[in-house]
């Protein structure tokens, strides 16, 4: 199962934002997780900052399912050949503990050159077909 990719390069930079901005104001219910990173690391090796509305299970089972399911959709805003930020979109039941869909935000060389922002969030109640029309 492969996902869907769009690919925003930097002459269109401001729509990426633009759309991004939709997203977070009319699908993001709350943030989960957040950290900095060396570029490259993996999910499961970041050091993050958790929501404190949540319990610990809930965030192994939400990190479990990002690492383990295929993602639907993928968004990347690049640069000069590079990715600047990526979204990753990833819809998650485990039968028990968590089902919805997903996102990780990657902010490439942020906050510094050679790392990289790892946020996770949860958009509750959106389907993939609603992210989808955001972004074609």
């Known amino acids: 199962m492969s996902a869907e990719i769009y690919i925003f390069n930097a002459d269109a ?12 104001e009319k699908h993001v219910y709350r943030p989960l997780l957040s950290g ?3 570029n490259g690391t993996d999910l499961e090796s970041i050091k993050m900052s958790k929501n404190p509305n949540s319990q ?9 399912g990002l690492v383990n399911t295929f993602p639907q959709i993928i968004v990347r805003l690049v640069e000069d050949k590079a990715i600047k930020l990526e979204c990753i979109f990833t ?8 089902k919805g869909l997903y ?23 959106t389907t993939v077909d609603q992210v989808r029309k955001i972004w074609n």
């Open 56 to 64: 610990k299970k809930y965030y192994e089972r939400v990190v479990g």
């Open 103 to 125: 996102m990780i935000q990657n902010v490439i060389d942020w906050p510094s050159l050679g790392t990289f922002t790892c946020q996770v969030w949860d958009l509750k109640d």
């Open 13 to 24: 930079m401001e729509l990426f934002y633009e759309k991004i901005e939709d997203l977070h």
């Open 36 to 38: 900095v990173a060396p």
């Open 91 to 98: 819809e998650i039941d485990d039968k028990e503990y968590v």
